[in-house]
């Protein structure tokens, strides 16, 4: 594969642009296997911009649990990492997961913790991501904005 370039998805009036870096490592996470467990972390940026965010630094979380169709989130490890990258300048900018599927989209299990996480944290971030990573290309990851209603679907642009 080429070297990823970044990529730009819009959701409503936001705009979330995300480093091909992120995107290269991302891509090397999918879960290829039947036996490939669900891998998943957060993504940080520098800048907090209440319309638009740019992602450019990604880190994995190892789960409390997993399997090939199912992630439970270590919290208190999140809250360590998120603490780590802040002392590098990084802010929270959103969270994401790998599905073993071709076009992923959000379960109501993923639809559910999401917006708990949205609502309850004391992040301060006016804009929040969500990137699934599927078996196939980048261009078939789902990309998606987090809010009160749930996680909502993102149009890519370029
Ligand atoms: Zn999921």
Redesign the pocket.
């Known amino acids: 594969m080429s070297k990823p370039i970044d990529v730009e998805y819009t959701y409503s009036d936001k705009t979330i642009v995300i480093a091909g870096s992120v995107m290269g490592y991302l891509y090397s996470q999918r879960q290829l296997e039947p036996s490939t467990h669900e891998r998943g972390g957060l993504l940080f940026g520098k800048e907090i911009k209440p319309y638009s965010i740019k992602i450019n630094h990604v880190i994995s979380i190892k789960p409390k649990k997993s399997s090939p169709t199912f992630r439970e989130t270590d919290l208190k490890e999140e809250k360590k990492q998120i603490k780590n990258e802040e002392k590098k300048g990084f802010h929270l900018m959103g969270f994401w997961?790998t599905?073993p599927e071709k076009s992923p989209s959000?379960?109501p299990?993923?639809q559910d913790n999401t917006t708990k996480i949205f609502t309850n944290s004391d992040h301060d971030m006016p804009l929040l991501a969500v990137i699934?990573v599927g078996e196939k290309n980048i261009d078939d990851f789902f990309i998606g904005v987090v809010s009160e209603k749930g996680i909502m679907k993102a149009k890519r642009r370029r």
Request: proline share 14%.
């Open positions: 997961h599905h959000p379960s299990l993923d699934i």
